[in-house]
């Protein structure tokens, strides 16, 4: 698994175009200016690797478009040492973002296949989430909360209750809601029943799957 000059570049030339499209937050920049995405893709699509488009991993799930990525990032306002959960780990590529970040991630998986590829590549290319979990992203990870910040990367029909219960006070959560385009939202909680609530456009994803493990 090489990680070359020319690799970097690349990826330094992604930061650029992202900059111009309004991602602003320096330290997101900076870990995706670091993650090696060619790694996490398949061999065909390598050449491609850091074009901002979404592209097949397989199990009929797909590696976020860059842009995506560094937006709901940068919706989280990530601090070093935030406890942070993940819904939808598939290929671990926003997982390696978070920990590039210095974030403590948390990140969950329903597709079994994913789950064993992903489990296994990640600390391949030293990146360590505190915990990696086969299950319904719906349910959440109650063992650990309450988090700094949820990060959902799958399209859910309706919000997960039990995970605006897992964010703490003061806590973010930015999650893309609906059926075929999905309005990318984030949850501000002030207190136990209350949150600020904002809409950030249109934006595409693969769905949330309901069904039990």
Do not use: W
């Amino acid at each position: 698994m090489v990680d070359s000059f020319k690799h970097k570049g690349l990826r330094n030339k992604l930061v650029e175009e992202l900059s111009n499209k309004g991602i602003k937050d320096v330290k997101v920049l900076d870990a995706i200016s670091k993650v090696p995405r060619h790694l996490f893709m398949d061999s065909s699509f390598i050449d491609h690797a850091y074009q901002d488009k979404a592209f097949p991993i397989g199990s009929g799930q797909t590696i976020s478009q860059p842009f995506t990525v560094a937006y709901q990032t940068q919706l989280l306002e990530i601090n070093k040492g935030d406890k942070i959960l993940e819904i939808g780990t598939g290929s671990g590529y926003q997982a390696a973002v978070l920990c590039e970040m210095g974030a403590k991630v948390f990140t969950i998986e329903r597709i079994r296949e994913l789950y064993r590829k992903t489990s296994a590549f990640l600390p391949s290319i030293n990146y360590f989430p505190k915990k990696m979990i086969y299950g319904d992203g719906y349910q959440g990870y109650e063992k650990e909360e309450p988090f700094d910040g949820i990060i959902v990367t799958a399209g859910a029909s309706k919000i997960p209750e039990k995970l605006l219960l897992q964010l703490k006070i003061g806590g973010r959560m930015v999650i893309p809601v609906g059926e075929n385009t999905q309005k990318m939202v984030l949850y501000l909680k002030k207190s136990a029943s209350e949150f600020d609530i904002e809409n950030f456009g249109d934006f595409q994803f693969v769905p949330m799957l309901k069904n039990k493990i």
